[in-house]
């Protein structure tokens, strides 16, 4: 969606490794915004966004108007149930909505052999994933892993939201990522277990709001009680008014 950073030019970097060109799509989806969210707000620095594409050698930047990705009088949406209303769908209703229904048509309009998605945004990836396979589209999905600042905070167009205070707050994400995945490391196997010691370091900074802590399967997206290899644990929370998601998979 714009506001791009060195999340995004990670993932051109892996396309250009992998392919003999590199398009770009800049839209900021209206459909993925619920009522009360950010969509007005939303950073939006097109002119910067293209300096950077041309740097890293994008061979096609596409930026759509919303009539042409939605023409007047569209009915046409793609919805993945079940998978839609889990994590960031259960917070955010309609979300996954429209983000299968934008890249639905994004995928249809390049045909591309690779679409290249950030780990960051994991409940995304399973959402899409199934979408793809579904519809029976030709198209390989690449995951590439979460970019981050030196202090451990992901890389995310909204850290531009926060202000230094809130800053510092919101590296509690990635600390309680790091207390369970030592954790998990020394042999913890229990989802409950694990939450809880996420939970344990959120409340020592009691000025973020937590949205979920969740042990789950990233294929389905549902809860599970033993964690292992594959198992994606991820964490949501509001820090101000600017909500962040992390991750890692075990």
Same mark, same amino acid.
């Given at each position: 969606?714009?506001?791009?950073? &060195? =999340? ?34 939303? %950073? ?10 041309? =740097? ?7 930026? %759509? ?20 209303? @889990?994590?960031?769908?259960?917070? @955010? ?46 198209? &390989? ?15 995310? !167009?909204?850290?531009?939201?926060? !202000?230094?205070?809130?800053? &510092? ?33 959120? @409340? ?23 964690? =292992? ?13 600017? @909500? ?7």
């Amino acid at each position: 969606m714009g506001a791009l950073h &060195e =999340g995004h030019l990670s993932l051109v970097r892996a396309a250009k490794a992998a392919c003999g060109a590199v398009a770009v799509s800049i839209f900021v989806n209206p459909t993925q915004f619920g009522p009360n969210e950010d969509f007005a707000l939303y %950073p939006r620095t097109f002119e910067a966004d293209c300096a950077l594409l041309a =740097g890293v050698g994008v061979d096609v930047v596409f930026a %759509p108007g919303p009539e042409e990705i939605y023409p007047a009088g569209a009915a046409t949406f793609v919805e993945v149930e079940g998978l839609s209303g @889990r994590l960031d769908g259960a917070s @955010r209703p309609g979300h996954f909505r429209g983000v299968a229904t934008v890249v639905a048509k994004l995928l249809i309009a390049a045909e591309p052999d690779r679409a290249f998605f950030g780990q960051k945004d994991a409940a995304q990836v399973a959402v899409l994933r199934r979408m793809t396979a579904d519809l029976g589209l030709a198209v &390989e999905l690449v995951v590439c892993p979460i970019v981050r600042e030196a202090d451990g905070l992901a890389l995310s !167009s909204r850290n531009r939201y926060l !202000s230094a205070e809130e800053r &510092e707050q919101a590296l509690v994400l990635s600390r309680a990522l790091k207390a369970v995945r030592g954790l998990a490391d020394a042999g913890e196997t229990r989802a409950e277990a694990l939450t809880a010691a996420a939970g344990d370091v959120f @409340r020592a900074e009691p000025a973020v709001k937590v949205d979920y802590i969740a042990a789950v399967d990233w294929v389905t997206l549902e809860p599970v009680d033993v964690v =292992g290899p594959g198992i994606l644990f991820a964490v949501a929370a509001y820090v101000g008014k600017t @909500r962040l998601i992390d991750n890692f998979v075990l």
